[in-house]
């Protein structure tokens, strides 16, 4: 019940809408039926004697029209006709809102982990994230169209109800303490697929979280045939996640089967009732029985429908609780002032760590604006980090940033984002066109900023010698263009918004001597426009930068400033531990 009116809660209009326009179907197909009291009186050629005769045929004479048998008939035509009508509005309706909730769930999970902290984003499994994307918004949205039918056939079931109390209001008292009975001794089969919804929501969840691990690393795990091991563990899952479907399936199955052989026997006995005991007029009994077992089946429908929306809410949940964890860890940003880059950068007495782990304890680093910075250091030194505080995705505990001499926390954080290029270590185009993958989505960048943002990132030759130019297709991952070429296309999309600042995580780990060699190249020539920080292990960047800090112990050193001396490139290899160093 509690997700019946959240959906109603959450969507109000076109809940309001959707039961504004059943109530009126429900009201047509009454009136339509009432009708056919005086049709039979008349059929049959009795007097109009009844309450509910009277009534109508009084109805009709003020609307200047004659109780007839042709003007009934075309009243219950009519009706019908009526009801056909504004139940197609309202099932296009239902259908239109099913799309819109299904979106407005899948869109508030994205925006909310979007703007969530980095770190509790990097928590999120994205096998869930397409769980929930996918399957849950889709359950979800099937949960609001069962919502919308439970209340529309409870309120058909009311109207039924009120038409039959006026017939004989013993009679429909009696069925519905009946109907009442039957519900809440079948509520057990309700409660059994709930259960089973919501373990098929965990399972589903878990499953899918642990598959997108699995498929990820699946080219390694085959390579040593140990794809059975993973083979084991979904194997396993998927069984359970059979077992729960099958007790749902289970469930929907008795209450169908229970209900109709009840009904039969209850309406058998009301016909008893009312033919025998209180021996009423066959017209009255035959519109009163077929208007009570119409309740009764309402109430049936009710049910199995409110069973549908018990094995699916739990998706609602699931999604909401989701959006909902994720929008309280929103990133704060309480800067409001313009970036600029004019001068530089300057980090100071920078403290951080990831929970108990320190990773700097007083960090220092000034970087001058159209230098080339070259960060190196051990494996787990805190590279990846400092490019993460720089561009606020981490923040320190102490010290402060400071950009042009403005502290980063006083910095509108998305306008200095927007100064920034960031080419991160694990580069994995789109499977989309060269220029969708420059432009992935952001209308305020051309075609023309494409092309020159290739041209900046040295890839202009190439795409252009492609017969598709930009409008060549990289395949998944970008798997049909080399590593240069797809980390060439990594930089052109991070220069194509015209940045300030580049911040580089590696770009070259994974190239050849000569694609590197052109990377570098590159950069320093970018150099001349930008300020380029990156991250390297590689001798070729080190040499290509004009100032190289080494990071170890918590700070960042200076090795060699090339405006002001040579850049050792002898201690630089040999600074620290070689063993550590991935050189
Ligand atoms: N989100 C995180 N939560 C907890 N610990 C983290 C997180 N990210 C990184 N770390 C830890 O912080 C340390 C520094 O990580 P970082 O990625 O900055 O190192 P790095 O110098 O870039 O290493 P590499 O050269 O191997 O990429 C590592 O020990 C890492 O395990």
Redo the contacts with the bound molecule.
Sequence with gaps: MRTLFTYIMVFPKRSAFVLVALLLAGIAEALSLTALLPLLSIAMGEAVDSKMDKLIVDLLRGAGLDPTLETILLIIVGGMFLKGAILLLTNQQVGHTVAHVATALRLDLINALLASRW?YY?RQPAGALANSIATEAYRASMGFEHSVNVLALAIEALVYSIVALLISWEATLASLVIGAVLLVALHRLVRSTKRAGTKQTHLLRHLLSYLADVLGSVKSLKAMARDNVADAILHEQTQLLEKATRKEVTSRAALLALQEPILAALTASGLYFVLVVWQLPLPEVMVMVFLLTRVLGLLNKTQRRYQQLAAQESAYWSLRNAAEEASKEAEKSTGTLIPTLEQGISLRHIAFS??R?P?FSDLNLDIPVQSFTALI?S????????LDLLCGLAEPEAGEILIDGVALHHIDLRRWRRMIGYVS?DTALLHDTILNNILVGDTAISTEDAERALKQAGAWDFVHALPEGMQTVVGERGGMLSGGQRQRIAIARALAHQPKLLLLD?PTSALDPESERVICATLKNLAEEFTIIA?S?QPAMINAANRVFI?SNGNAELLGDAATQAIPTESVLSAGDPNKM?F
Excluded: D, F, N, R
């Design positions: 770190q990097l990831y929970g782990k990773i250091g494996s787990g030194a805190g590279k990846s980090t400092l270590q590696e991250v292990h990071v991935q």
